[in-house]
């Protein structure tokens, strides 16, 4: 047990060790220079060159990456070649955004989509139980920005009853940034509410066919006490592994999104990073992701392994 | 009320209405697609700037664009572009990950496991629009690094099912009992595993195909798909955006083809999983 | 789950009551621009972003543009230019302070002056100052500039955005706290959102109307489109999606701004590279292009075609039209003459703006009727500088050059297009070094000459200056005779 601890501590300091190396190596590739991304169409050679000195990109690779981990152990990202500003403070005021707008998107497609998924259980086979798994099948196939759009076209341009984008800060008040974040967080949490009212559906059709439920049921309790009691809170297990699941595509899978309404989020500050070739941002904010998913996976893992004996023997 | 049975319609054959919808769906936009290769009603790289916004008629079924060219024949080739992208991706998908989950399965326990566990979370555990966009910059943009950016991700996807599935295979007492009997992994994988597995890869296919289609749709809406004049169904809707207002038919038509398409493959997956799974049918 | 759900409600609600108001008074302005500054300094390292933002409204220069390209004092009220022209004295404005509270003055103007000529200098427009010999201070008010040969440009140069006067004191922080002397102080900058400015009300001349100026940033077309008709902002500069320019047209809340700017649309040629170096292929790509079409299908009818590299609303302009006219019979028998009867296929790399990338498909359908064929690929703006600007890795692009009066680039042998015309660097040199008024406007008719004869490249259109205004807003500049959002005398109007 305790060798399996040490085996993922391991891997773990493993794998951000090649996730880091990998992203610096593919990010030194890329073609194009930020100097001359900023200098543009009427710069000459030397003032680029100045420049360049001037950002700290003529010092040689290896010691850019070895002072890049050095930086990042010690919470130092570095700073913005565009912006001239440390990466950390541009990160956590763009997560002022993001963070919101991905829960804010859970907890859309959350309520939404568990009712959904016990009432279309619970009527299986029923009209109602196939509209709603016709709606949902529908609502996978919709790709997010597209979905975007026509709410844009509908809810800004024509009714007007919301902004068409941008992000006024939580300054002016909670109401007025949840506000601005609602047509984005609809779009994101459509496909999701879908898959999870889908998943939910079937998780709890299966824990009703166990037999514990049988067993509830002969106890004496109705097909809906069975349900609520037993059913829903068993068939909640897999659901909250995909909830997990979503929450980390929300945030960096939100790029589209941000950019459909421009949102000063993460997603969009990584995409214009790589625009402008501010390589710095895009290491560190990719990093800082990667770190995120990974160490959340080895916590996860843990805890299955703690929590359920059945998994132990399956490892030793 | 007890609804242990499902009450879903299934014909004679195995197959619940709902596959034959998607079936329906799947085969018309390919059929669209494939006739696109040797005939459009119109040519997509002609401009006519005269022609342009004219809405749906008889002359152009759905319309025209800003360009003036015809967008039934834009849309078929379109989803010629976005079928050919996803496709492919599988098939990088299927070559690399394939392989990669039996010898894991076989080897169950062992380093070469256990690597390609960690080489999978690895690839998972990094944003993939993000890395499709690099992949782009670094290649260029186009429907061939598309190709590449969607496949890679669909490596550790079949890796992780093909491992998963024979693992439950190698379980099965005739494959211990062939295995003490000295039949080679390599051979046994080959002979006895992989056909039993073949309906799971087949339902997971179709899912990445689906996925696929939205992924190739969503790289060239932000501009790194097939590039011009090739038409993609992604840039399209990109380009409708500003001009929603005045001709709404350009945004609504791509729109549409992707999600039928994508209805498509799904329903077709999951008749596919009922039909193989024998559990859910009585 | 209904307690939850009240709870939600609850959260809301209560700040609602609370929260300041978002909507804007009158006396405040948002504008919407499509390119955010990568920081805040137009004199170092400079994109034209930083200038649209800041110049004349925190920045101010020796000279300034005025609306209709003009140049009028700025900082200088007035200067005296010694006989052989090569000694300039500025008589400054005295009073003149900067938003930190310290005076403005001599000492200033030469240490921003010798700041852009020093060797390891990072200013963009290095080449303005180049000529500068000596910077000297003769008292707190009055400053002389001594330069190696007459220069007819001088001024003009001055009033660029890269010439802006800083201070010495902030110059350590000016990327990101800009310190300047105009109508306007730099308040705050959410970056990748907006940047808010407040009304200096120490300014030296005339004060500015507004209270506040915010500018937000809004990169995609039709984002922009949706803010305008949502009102979130009040105006747009450089509206960036023709298309729609309609439907503010037609509606009583909007007014759309037509002017002219210096952005001369053109299709770059690589002239060293195969057949591009030949006169005939070059000559035949400017008969087998539809100027019109192209205005009419990329930029919806907006926009004026040149025949050579030079605003048409200059006073000196050569409408040279006719020799590139729409001629693609002309143009395949010029290219058989040129040993190309089966035309031949090349490259065409396009930058993001969609004058290029839409513009860009509609020349290649134009050159697939004269059986070139292009290969277009479309990059990004890093890409682009790396493979076409600095890597001169491309047959043909298009690209808009927005500097006021830069024909000169056709000097440069080394620039993208990589040109060597030994007749036309002759004229410009002389140009340079000319004053007088008459023999400038002809050395500038022959050098548009020079170019269109050589077809260099495939001159396309003027861009018209388009903006979109709120119609309770004046006194907005319709033209754009440098990159720039001038505030100082913008008002709501009741």
Known sequence: MFEYFIRRIITLFLTLVIASIVIFVSLEIIPGDPASYMLGINAQEDTILALRKELGLDV???????????????????VSYTYRSPVIEMVSERLWVSLPLAIYALILSTFIALPVGVYAAANRGKVSDLSVMGVTQIGIAIPNFWFAMLLVYLFAIILRWFSAGGFPGWETGIFFGLKSLTLPAISLALPQASILARVMRSSLIDTLNEDFIKTARAKGLSYNQALVSHGIRNALIPVLTIIGLQFSFLMAGAIIIENVFFLPGLGRLIFQSIAQRDIIVVESVIML??????????????????????LRSSIL | MSPIINKRKYFHSGFSLSFWVGLVFVLSIFFLAIISFFWTPYDVTSLQISN??????????????????????????????????????????????????????????????????????????????????????????????????IGIFNIPVFARVARGAALTQWSKEYILAAKVAGKGSFLISLEHIIPNI??????????????????????????????????????????SQTMISIAPHMAIFPGMVIVITVLGLNLIGDGLRDYFDPKLRS | MKFIKNIFFIIIAVPLVFSVNANAAKTDLTVGLQLEPPHLDPTGAAAGAIDQVLYSNVFEGLTRFASDGSIIPGLAKSWDVSSDGTTYIFHLNKGVKY?????????????????????????????????????????????????????????????????????????????????GTGAYVFDKWVQGDRIELKKNSDYWGTPAKLDRATFKFISDPSAAFASMMAEDVD?????????????????????????????????????????FNNLKVRKALAHAIDRQAIIDGAMFGYGTPIGTHFAPHHPAYVDLTGQSNYDPALSKKLLAEAGFPDGFTTTLKLPPPAYARKGGEIIASQLREVGINVEISNLEWAQWLEEVFRGKDYGLTIVSHTEPFDIGIYARPEYYFQYDSKEFQKVMDNLTAETNPVQRTSLMKDAQKIIADDYVNGYLFQRAQLSVVNSKVVGMWENSPTQATDLTSVYWQN
């Open chain 3, 235 to 275: 105006v747009f500069k450089s509206f960036p999606a023709p298309e729609n320019l309609v439907q503010f047209e037609a509606d009583a809340r909007f007014n759309v701004l037509i002017g002219s700017n210096e952005g001369e649309t053109i299709l770059s040629t690589n002239n060293k590279m195969e057949p």
């Open chain 1, 289 to 310: 992701l990667v770190f995120s998913v990974v160490v959340v996976t080895f916590i996860v893992d843990i805890a299955y392994v703690i929590v359920d004996p059945r």
């Open chain 1, 60 to 78: 040689p690779k290896i010691e850019r990456y070895l002072m890049w981990v050095k930086g990042m152990l010690i919470g130092d990202f570095g």
């Open chain 3, 99 to 179: 938003h930190d509270g310290s005076d403005m003055d001599a000492k200033d103007v030469k240490f921003s002056l010798d700041r852009a000529r020093a060797e390891d200098t990072t200013n963009a427009q290095k080449a303005l100052f180049a000529g500068i010999t000596n910077v000297e201070v003769i008292d707190h008010h009055k400053v002389e500039v001594t330069l190696d040969k007459p220069n007819g440009n001088f001024l003009f140069n001055l009033a660029w955005g890269d010439a802006v006067i800083v201070s010495e004191d902030s110059i350590e922080n000016i990327k990101q706290n800009p310190v």
């Open chain 2, 198 to 239: 073949l309906n799971i890869l087949i339902v997971q296919a179709t899912i990445q195909f689906s996925l696929g289609i939205l992924a190739e749709a969503a790289l060239s809406y932000v501009g790194l798909g097939a590039q011009p004049p090739i038409p993609s169904l992604g840039r399209m809707l990109a380009d």
């Open chain 2, 52 to 149: 342009r916004f004219k809405t749906p008629s008889f002359t152009h079924y759905l319309g025209t664009d800003h360009f003036g060219r015809d967008i039934l024949s834009m849309v078929m080739v379109g989803a010629q572009t976005s079928i050919a992208v996803a496709l492919v991706a599988i098939g990088i998908g299927i070559i690399f990950g394939l392989p990669l989950g039996m010898i894991a399965a076989a080897k169950r326990g062992s380093f070469f496991d256990d690597l390609v566990m960690r080489f999978n979370d690895l690839i998972f555990a990094f944003p993939a629009l993000i890395i499709a966009i690099i992949i782009t910059a670094i290649l260029g943009a186009g429907a061939f690094n598309a190709i590449i950016a």
